[in-house]
Protein backbone atom coordinates (compact mmCIF):
# COMPACT_ATOMS: atom_id res chain seq x y z
CA UNK A 1 0.00 0.00 0.00
CA UNK A 2 1.42 3.21 -1.24
CA UNK A 3 1.05 6.77 0.13
CA UNK A 4 2.73 8.48 -2.80
CA UNK A 5 2.26 12.63 -3.54
CA UNK A 6 4.10 15.10 -5.21
CA UNK A 7 5.19 18.18 -4.40
CA UNK A 8 4.49 21.66 -6.89
CA UNK A 9 6.02 25.00 -5.64
CA UNK A 10 4.41 28.32 -6.90
CA UNK A 11 5.96 31.29 -7.02
CA UNK A 12 3.72 34.03 -6.36
CA UNK A 13 4.59 38.26 -6.04
CA UNK A 14 2.26 40.07 -3.84
CA UNK A 15 3.29 43.12 -2.47
CA UNK A 16 6.74 43.60 -3.88
CA UNK A 17 7.63 40.08 -2.10
CA UNK A 18 7.64 36.83 -4.01
CA UNK A 19 5.77 33.63 -1.57
CA UNK A 20 5.99 30.81 -2.07
CA UNK A 21 2.92 28.27 -2.65
CA UNK A 22 3.12 24.59 -1.83
CA UNK A 23 0.65 22.03 -3.85
CA UNK A 24 0.65 18.31 -3.15
CA UNK A 25 -1.02 15.93 -5.25
CA UNK A 26 -1.55 13.06 -3.67
CA UNK A 27 -2.79 9.35 -5.41
CA UNK A 28 -5.64 7.58 -3.37
CA UNK A 29 -3.63 4.33 -2.14
CA UNK A 30 -6.32 2.24 -3.64
CA UNK A 31 -7.81 3.82 -7.06
CA UNK A 32 -4.57 6.00 -7.69
CA UNK A 33 -6.73 8.72 -8.25
CA UNK A 34 -5.68 12.10 -7.70
CA UNK A 35 -6.68 14.85 -5.07
CA UNK A 36 -4.43 18.75 -4.77
CA UNK A 37 -4.02 19.80 -1.50
CA UNK A 38 -3.36 23.52 -1.49
CA UNK A 39 -1.58 24.28 1.37
CA UNK A 40 -2.72 28.42 1.22
CA UNK A 41 -6.36 28.21 2.33
CA UNK A 42 -8.49 30.12 0.75
CA UNK A 43 -11.24 32.26 2.93
CA UNK A 44 -14.40 30.25 4.30
CA UNK A 45 -17.33 33.04 4.44
CA UNK A 46 -19.43 32.25 7.79
CA UNK A 47 -22.85 30.49 7.09
CA UNK A 48 -25.88 33.86 8.15
CA UNK A 49 -28.23 35.13 6.16
CA UNK A 50 -30.69 32.50 5.54
CA UNK A 51 -33.33 32.17 8.22
CA UNK A 52 -36.02 33.74 5.75
CA UNK A 53 -35.34 30.68 3.22
CA UNK A 54 -35.49 28.07 6.21
CA UNK A 55 -39.11 29.87 6.68
CA UNK A 56 -40.13 29.94 3.20
CA UNK A 57 -38.82 26.28 2.52
CA UNK A 58 -40.91 25.15 5.38
CA UNK A 59 -44.07 26.60 3.98
CA UNK A 60 -44.01 24.34 1.23
CA UNK A 61 -41.39 20.90 2.34
CA UNK A 62 -43.00 17.66 1.65
CA UNK A 63 -40.84 16.00 4.17
CA UNK A 64 -42.47 18.07 7.28
CA UNK A 65 -45.20 15.93 8.91
CA UNK A 66 -48.46 17.90 8.27
CA UNK A 67 -47.51 17.20 4.65
CA UNK A 68 -45.54 13.90 4.30
CA UNK A 69 -48.37 11.61 4.21
CA UNK A 70 -50.13 13.32 1.04
CA UNK A 71 -47.33 14.87 -0.81
CA UNK A 72 -44.49 11.61 -1.21
CA UNK A 73 -44.12 9.35 -3.74
CA UNK A 74 -45.02 5.28 -2.62
CA UNK A 75 -43.26 2.06 -3.75
CA UNK A 76 -45.60 -0.11 -4.97
CA UNK A 77 -43.08 -3.32 -5.49
CA UNK A 78 -41.22 -3.44 -2.52
CA UNK A 79 -42.94 -1.54 -0.31
CA UNK A 80 -46.33 -1.80 -1.22
CA UNK A 81 -47.43 1.56 -1.41
CA UNK A 82 -47.14 1.87 2.28
CA UNK A 83 -44.34 4.63 4.38
CA UNK A 84 -42.03 2.80 6.95
CA UNK A 85 -41.92 4.28 9.84
CA UNK A 86 -39.33 4.23 12.79
CA UNK A 87 -38.87 7.28 15.62
CA UNK A 88 -38.74 10.14 13.73
CA UNK A 89 -37.68 8.34 10.10
CA UNK A 90 -40.07 7.89 7.46
CA UNK A 91 -39.10 6.33 4.03
CA UNK A 92 -40.38 6.30 0.51
CA UNK A 93 -39.70 6.10 -2.83
CA UNK A 94 -37.84 8.98 -4.97
CA UNK A 95 -40.42 11.35 -6.82
CA UNK A 96 -37.19 11.12 -9.16
CA UNK A 97 -35.71 8.00 -9.26
CA UNK A 98 -32.00 7.61 -9.65
CA UNK A 99 -32.27 3.64 -10.21
CA UNK A 100 -34.62 0.66 -10.35
CA UNK A 101 -34.65 0.41 -6.24
CA UNK A 102 -34.49 5.03 -5.45
CA UNK A 103 -35.28 5.17 -1.87
CA UNK A 104 -35.84 8.59 0.34
CA UNK A 105 -35.69 8.79 4.02
CA UNK A 106 -36.89 11.51 5.85
CA UNK A 107 -35.03 11.39 9.00
CA UNK A 108 -35.76 14.37 11.28
CA UNK A 109 -39.22 15.88 12.67
CA UNK A 110 -37.55 19.33 12.28
CA UNK A 111 -37.31 21.13 8.83
CA UNK A 112 -33.99 22.47 9.36
CA UNK A 113 -30.86 21.17 11.95
CA UNK A 114 -27.61 22.93 12.78
CA UNK A 115 -25.20 19.70 12.43
CA UNK A 116 -24.58 20.03 16.05
CA UNK A 117 -28.68 18.93 16.88
CA UNK A 118 -28.43 16.31 14.22
CA UNK A 119 -28.67 12.67 16.65
CA UNK A 120 -27.66 9.47 16.59
CA UNK A 121 -31.17 8.15 16.83
CA UNK A 122 -31.73 9.51 13.69
CA UNK A 123 -29.02 7.50 11.64
CA UNK A 124 -29.44 4.62 13.31
CA UNK A 125 -33.20 4.54 12.88
CA UNK A 126 -32.43 5.37 8.82
CA UNK A 127 -30.30 2.72 8.59
CA UNK A 128 -32.42 0.07 10.40
CA UNK A 129 -35.52 0.76 7.75
CA UNK A 130 -32.35 0.46 5.05
CA UNK A 131 -31.59 -2.90 6.01
CA UNK A 132 -35.20 -3.82 5.91
CA UNK A 133 -35.48 -2.91 2.48
CA UNK A 134 -32.55 -4.17 1.32
CA UNK A 135 -33.47 -7.48 2.55
CA UNK A 136 -36.93 -7.44 0.23
CA UNK A 137 -34.89 -7.14 -2.56
CA UNK A 138 -34.59 -9.27 -5.61
CA UNK A 139 -31.62 -11.61 -6.13
CA UNK A 140 -30.27 -10.61 -8.88
CA UNK A 141 -27.01 -8.19 -8.54
CA UNK A 142 -27.23 -4.76 -8.05
CA UNK A 143 -25.22 -1.31 -6.58
CA UNK A 144 -26.24 0.11 -3.07
CA UNK A 145 -25.22 3.09 -2.27
CA UNK A 146 -26.09 4.54 0.83
CA UNK A 147 -25.96 8.58 0.33
CA UNK A 148 -26.86 12.30 1.95
CA UNK A 149 -26.76 15.51 0.82
CA UNK A 150 -27.41 18.14 3.62
CA UNK A 151 -27.85 22.02 2.05
CA UNK A 152 -27.91 23.50 -0.52
CA UNK A 153 -24.42 24.36 -1.05
CA UNK A 154 -24.09 20.57 -0.92
CA UNK A 155 -26.35 20.03 -3.93
CA UNK A 156 -29.65 19.33 -1.95
CA UNK A 157 -32.89 20.70 -3.27
CA UNK A 158 -34.93 20.02 -0.33
CA UNK A 159 -33.61 21.37 3.21
CA UNK A 160 -35.75 19.27 5.27
CA UNK A 161 -32.75 16.75 6.60
CA UNK A 162 -33.36 12.77 4.76
CA UNK A 163 -31.00 10.30 3.48
CA UNK A 164 -31.26 8.63 -0.17
CA UNK A 165 -30.68 4.98 -0.67
CA UNK A 166 -29.48 3.99 -4.23
CA UNK A 167 -29.83 -0.05 -5.61
CA UNK A 168 -28.65 0.03 -9.47
CA UNK A 169 -28.41 -3.02 -11.78
CA UNK A 170 -24.90 -0.58 -13.12
CA UNK A 171 -22.56 0.34 -10.84
CA UNK A 172 -21.60 3.82 -10.74
CA UNK A 173 -18.23 5.10 -12.10
CA UNK A 174 -16.51 5.11 -8.86
CA UNK A 175 -18.07 2.25 -7.28
CA UNK A 176 -16.49 0.53 -10.66
CA UNK A 177 -13.31 1.57 -9.32
CA UNK A 178 -13.78 0.54 -5.99
CA UNK A 179 -14.84 -2.75 -7.08
CA UNK A 180 -12.14 -3.66 -9.42
CA UNK A 181 -9.65 -1.85 -7.67
CA UNK A 182 -10.58 -3.89 -4.53
CA UNK A 183 -10.19 -7.01 -6.29
CA UNK A 184 -6.71 -6.67 -7.12
CA UNK A 185 -5.84 -5.51 -4.03
CA UNK A 186 -7.54 -9.02 -2.50
CA UNK A 187 -5.43 -11.13 -5.04
CA UNK A 188 -2.13 -9.31 -4.45
CA UNK A 189 -2.11 -9.13 -0.41
CA UNK A 190 -5.17 -11.98 0.38
CA UNK A 191 -7.26 -9.47 2.34
CA UNK A 192 -9.08 -6.55 1.97
CA UNK A 193 -8.23 -3.12 1.46
CA UNK A 194 -10.29 -1.72 4.17
CA UNK A 195 -9.13 -3.85 6.80
CA UNK A 196 -4.94 -3.43 5.38
CA UNK A 197 -5.77 0.36 5.67
CA UNK A 198 -6.93 0.62 9.46
CA UNK A 199 -3.89 -1.91 10.28
CA UNK A 200 -1.52 0.41 8.41
CA UNK A 201 -2.92 3.94 9.67
CA UNK A 202 -3.97 2.66 12.96
CA UNK A 203 -2.27 5.13 15.74
CA UNK A 204 -0.53 7.30 12.90
CA UNK A 205 -1.53 10.54 11.75
CA UNK A 206 -4.48 10.09 10.20
CA UNK A 207 -6.19 7.90 12.61
CA UNK A 208 -8.88 9.48 14.53
CA UNK A 209 -10.33 6.83 16.65
CA UNK A 210 -12.91 4.10 17.10
CA UNK A 211 -16.61 3.55 18.04
CA UNK A 212 -18.64 0.31 18.16
CA UNK A 213 -16.95 -2.15 15.76
CA UNK A 214 -15.83 0.81 13.30
CA UNK A 215 -12.35 2.66 12.85
CA UNK A 216 -11.96 6.35 11.57
CA UNK A 217 -9.41 8.11 9.89
CA UNK A 218 -8.98 11.07 7.55
CA UNK A 219 -8.54 10.29 3.40
CA UNK A 220 -5.16 10.32 1.93
CA UNK A 221 -5.94 11.91 -0.61
CA UNK A 222 -9.68 13.81 -0.17
CA UNK A 223 -12.26 13.76 -2.05
CA UNK A 224 -13.26 16.81 -0.23
CA UNK A 225 -12.87 19.27 2.55
CA UNK A 226 -12.15 17.35 5.59
CA UNK A 227 -12.85 14.15 4.21
CA UNK A 228 -12.98 11.36 6.75
CA UNK A 229 -13.64 7.52 5.97
CA UNK A 230 -15.29 4.55 8.41
CA UNK A 231 -14.48 1.32 8.20
CA UNK A 232 -16.91 -1.62 10.04
CA UNK A 233 -16.23 -4.83 10.89
CA UNK A 234 -18.96 -6.16 9.89
CA UNK A 235 -18.81 -6.27 5.71
CA UNK A 236 -22.17 -6.18 4.62
CA UNK A 237 -24.72 -3.20 5.25
CA UNK A 238 -27.86 -5.16 5.37
CA UNK A 239 -26.18 -8.20 7.81
CA UNK A 240 -25.15 -5.52 10.25
CA UNK A 241 -25.45 -5.41 13.92
CA UNK A 242 -27.30 -2.88 15.78
CA UNK A 243 -24.25 -2.20 17.81
CA UNK A 244 -22.18 -2.30 14.39
CA UNK A 245 -25.15 0.61 13.02
CA UNK A 246 -24.89 2.53 16.37
CA UNK A 247 -20.91 2.73 15.52
CA UNK A 248 -21.65 4.43 12.58
CA UNK A 249 -24.48 6.57 13.85
CA UNK A 250 -22.16 7.97 16.98
CA UNK A 251 -18.89 8.81 14.29
CA UNK A 252 -20.67 10.69 12.17
CA UNK A 253 -22.22 12.84 14.95
CA UNK A 254 -18.96 13.58 16.17
CA UNK A 255 -17.68 14.39 12.71
CA UNK A 256 -20.86 16.61 12.33
CA UNK A 257 -20.05 18.47 15.50
CA UNK A 258 -16.23 18.54 14.72
CA UNK A 259 -17.24 20.58 10.89
CA UNK A 260 -20.33 22.91 12.58
CA UNK A 261 -16.67 24.22 14.98
CA UNK A 262 -14.82 24.45 12.13
CA UNK A 263 -17.68 26.55 10.66
CA UNK A 264 -19.50 24.71 8.23
CA UNK A 265 -22.99 23.32 8.32
CA UNK A 266 -23.25 21.96 4.88
CA UNK A 267 -21.67 18.25 4.28
CA UNK A 268 -22.40 15.27 2.13
CA UNK A 269 -21.97 11.59 2.90
CA UNK A 270 -21.90 8.05 1.09
CA UNK A 271 -21.76 5.00 1.66
CA UNK A 272 -20.80 1.71 -0.84
CA UNK A 273 -21.69 -0.97 0.27
CA UNK A 274 -20.41 -5.03 0.15
CA UNK A 275 -23.84 -6.15 -0.24
CA UNK A 276 -24.45 -8.90 -3.18
CA UNK A 277 -20.49 -8.29 -3.85
CA UNK A 278 -17.99 -11.00 -2.74
CA UNK A 279 -15.08 -10.86 -0.08
CA UNK A 280 -12.73 -8.66 -1.86
CA UNK A 281 -15.01 -5.71 -0.86
CA UNK A 282 -16.19 -4.75 2.71
CA UNK A 283 -18.52 -1.86 3.11
CA UNK A 284 -16.76 1.78 3.37
CA UNK A 285 -18.34 5.10 4.51
CA UNK A 286 -16.61 8.56 3.48
CA UNK A 287 -18.46 12.05 4.72
CA UNK A 288 -17.00 15.47 3.60
CA UNK A 289 -17.68 19.20 4.69
CA UNK A 290 -18.82 21.62 2.06
CA UNK A 291 -18.58 25.31 2.13
CA UNK A 292 -21.36 26.76 4.33
CA UNK A 293 -24.88 27.47 2.77
CA UNK A 294 -25.50 30.77 3.04
CA UNK A 295 -27.36 33.75 1.64
CA UNK A 296 -24.97 34.02 -0.29
CA UNK A 297 -22.89 30.75 -0.42
CA UNK A 298 -20.15 29.65 -2.97
CA UNK A 299 -20.14 26.13 -4.59
CA UNK A 300 -16.22 24.46 -3.95
CA UNK A 301 -17.13 21.80 -7.17
CA UNK A 302 -14.93 23.79 -10.00
CA UNK A 303 -13.72 22.70 -13.29
CA UNK A 304 -11.16 20.55 -12.23
CA UNK A 305 -13.71 18.25 -9.92
CA UNK A 306 -16.34 17.99 -12.23
CA UNK A 307 -14.55 18.23 -16.36
CA UNK A 308 -11.12 16.37 -14.90
CA UNK A 309 -12.30 14.49 -11.68
CA UNK A 310 -9.32 15.98 -9.83
CA UNK A 311 -10.50 16.91 -6.43
CA UNK A 312 -8.49 20.23 -4.79
CA UNK A 313 -9.05 21.23 -1.00
CA UNK A 314 -7.72 23.57 1.22
CA UNK A 315 -7.29 21.60 4.45
CA UNK A 316 -4.26 18.76 5.52
CA UNK A 317 -6.18 15.07 6.27
CA UNK A 318 -3.24 15.01 8.64
CA UNK A 319 -4.72 18.75 11.05
CA UNK A 320 -7.57 17.79 10.55
CA UNK A 321 -7.30 13.91 11.85
CA UNK A 322 -5.22 15.40 14.75
CA UNK A 323 -8.19 18.15 15.52
CA UNK A 324 -10.95 15.87 15.01
CA UNK A 325 -8.57 13.20 17.40
CA UNK A 326 -8.32 15.74 20.42
CA UNK A 327 -12.18 15.84 20.64
CA UNK A 328 -13.46 12.42 19.71
Same mark, same amino acid.
Given at each position: /?????? =????? @? ?58 ? @????? !? ?17 ? =???? #? ?46 ? /? ?36 ? /? ?10 ? @? ?26 ? /????? @? ?10 ? !? ?12 ? #? ?53 ? =?????? !? ?10
Amino acid at each position: /MEFRKE =VEVAK @VLVGGKVDESFVEVRYDPLTLQTSRVVRKSLSIAKFEGFEEEIESTRSWCPFCEERINNL @VARDP !EIMEGEIWKRGECRAFSNL =VPYA #RYSLVLRISEKHFLRLSEFKESQFFDAFKLIQEYLRRLPEEKVFVTIG /MNYLKSAGSSIMHPHIQLIASENSPDYFARLDWSSLEF /MESHGKDFWTAL @VEREKGRERYVGRTEKTDWLSAFAPKGF /MHFIG @VPEEREFAEMSE !EQLMGFSKGIIKIL #RYYEIKGFNAFNFSFFCADKLNRHFRTNFHIIARTPFGKYYWCDVFFPKILQDES =VVFYIP !EESARELREIW
